[in-house]
């Protein structure tokens, strides 16, 4: 049996790391954690401030982690290229994308088109792109790995939240499909699909997400980090293809 604690690190140092949304959240906890283990981490957002805070937060934690961040909307073409000219300038290349960003949206019934579109566009198309742009990078080393956070809304599919549910299960059958392009060429494909999660996009007070985490039925957003963690360090020859995660007692 290995030591876990030096082996993980081993898989994961020097290791450069693009997380989508890593500004707050689930992308917030996954940047500190696989910072503190070595990984050179770029981080994007839409609010420069949250991206600042999250990157000295992971000094704090971890001062010789390296982690830097760039303020763009993922939602337009523009914001991709941006982001990844940006990537190849500062990290020469990329080892891992952590697909994370995501807006909260809710019923058809409700808003207009455009608030649609910005909400598929960020959600889903994005997640597309950047798969686009890391696997034509990550195809000429050999090598690679995606990692999209998608949701269990993919599944239950609750009422109120069907432009949600659109644009995760868009994720779930894209996941499925793209590794079966991309496995040939070296690259994996992990989904991960958390429950509910305590974070900026879910409804109620903080007092009340706390105890729901007390009881049970709400996950921290580090516990998604974990579960990211140990889907990137797995042997070569191993592959984590989906993984769902939800609070012990959130019985859907």
Not at 187 to 207: F, I, R, S, W, Y
Request: charged letters at 25%; glycine letters at 10%; one cysteine or more.
């Amino acid at each position: 049996m290995k030591d876990l604690n030096s082996y993980w690190k081993q898989r994961l140092s020097g290791k450069r790391v693009l997380i989508t949304g890593g500004s707050t959240g689930i992308g917030r906890e996954v940047t500190i954690l696989l910072a503190t283990l070595g990984a050179k981490c770029m981080i994007c957002g839409r609010n420069q401030e949250q991206i600042d805070e999250t990157i000295a937060e992971t000094k704090k934690v971890y001062p010789e982690s390296y982690c830097i961040g760039l303020a763009v909307d993922l939602a337009n073409k523009e914001g991709i290229e941006q982001l990844f000219t940006t990537l190849d300038r500062e990290l020469g290349g990329i080892d891992v994308l952590v697909n994370n960003a995501a807006i909260g949206s809710g019923s058809i019934l409700d808003g207009v088109y455009a608030e649609w579109k910005y909400s598929i566009d960020t959600n889903l198309l994005s997640y597309l792109a950047c798969c686009h742009e890391a696997a034509k990078r990550m195809e000429v080393d050999g090598k690679g790995h995606i990692v999209n956070i998608g949701s269990m809304s993919a599944d239950v599919r609750g009422e109120g939240s069907s432009i949600y549910v659109a644009a995760k299960a868009g994720i779930q059958g894209f996941s499925e499909a793209l590794r079966k392009e991309i496995n040939p060429k070296g690259v994996k494909v992990t989904l991960l699909e958390p429950g509910a999660v305590d974070t900026d996009m879910q409804e109620g007070e903080a007092a009340e997400k706390l105890t729901k985490i007390e009881k049970q039925e709400m996950l921290k957003a580090e516990d998604i980090a974990i579960a990211v963690a140990f889907c990137l360090v797995q042997p070569d020859r191993s592959e984590v293809i989906s993984l769902q995660i939800r609070p012990h007692l959130q019985l859907i």
